[in-house]
């Protein structure tokens, strides 16, 4: 039985010796495979931090830049509406100011032909009475 407790002990001490070196190779491991320390880890936190700070800081002031763009874009579209119903009514008023310069022309044309009627008319009223005349001293 002498033997069985030495290997009994022999045991332990090979589980006490192998989990010493389990210990202490967990952390020459973790070096070797770049697995980090917790110093390590809360330094890199804290420089997140920093920079998920700066990144809210510079998104809230995107969002306000954003902000007074659409309001300038609404002032913008306002202005387009102005100038859009003044195109409106600038056309209308041009179609307006062609049918004026059509009917002036006719008007202008119709009065040329009513001239020339009067011109005529006296020279054709003589002309009238030269002929009732001719036929009333032709008939005595």
């Given at each position: 039985m002498n033997q069985g407790k030495k290997c009994t002990t022999i045991s332990k001490i090979a589980a006490v010796i192998i989990l010493s070196m389990f210990a202490v190779g967990c952390t020459t491991i973790a070096r070797w495979m770049k697995v980090p320390s917790q110093e390590y880890v809360d330094e890199r936190f804290s420089q997140l931090e920093g920079q998920f700070g700066e990144v809210t800081s510079e998104t809230g002031q995107i969002r306000q830049e954003i902000n007074q763009v659409q309001e300038e874009v609404g002032q913008i579209r306002g202005s387009v509406d102005e100038v859009s119903a003044t195109a409106d009514k600038l056309e209308e008023l041009l179609v307006s100011f062609q049918e004026t310069m059509r009917t002036t022309d006719?008007?202008?044309?119709?009065?040329?032909?009513?001239e020339e009627r009067l011109n005529d008319l006296p020279k054709e009223t003589i002309r009238q009475l030269v002929d009732i005349l001719q036929a009333y001293l032709g008939t005595n």
């Amino acid at each position: 039985m002498n033997q069985g407790k030495k290997c009994t002990t022999i045991s332990k001490i090979a589980a006490v010796i192998i989990l010493s070196m389990f210990a202490v190779g967990c952390t020459t491991i973790a070096r070797w495979m770049k697995v980090p320390s917790q110093e390590y880890v809360d330094e890199r936190f804290s420089q997140l931090e920093g920079q998920f700070g700066e990144v809210t800081s510079e998104t809230g002031q995107i969002r306000q830049e954003i902000n007074q763009v659409q309001e300038e874009v609404g002032q913008i579209r306002g202005s387009v509406d102005e100038v859009s119903a003044t195109a409106d009514k600038l056309e209308e008023l041009l179609v307006s100011f062609q049918e004026t310069m059509r009917t002036t022309d006719e008007l202008s044309r119709l009065a040329g032909v009513l001239e020339e009627r009067l011109n005529d008319l006296p020279k054709e009223t003589i002309r009238q009475l030269v002929d009732i005349l001719q036929a009333y001293l032709g008939t005595n």
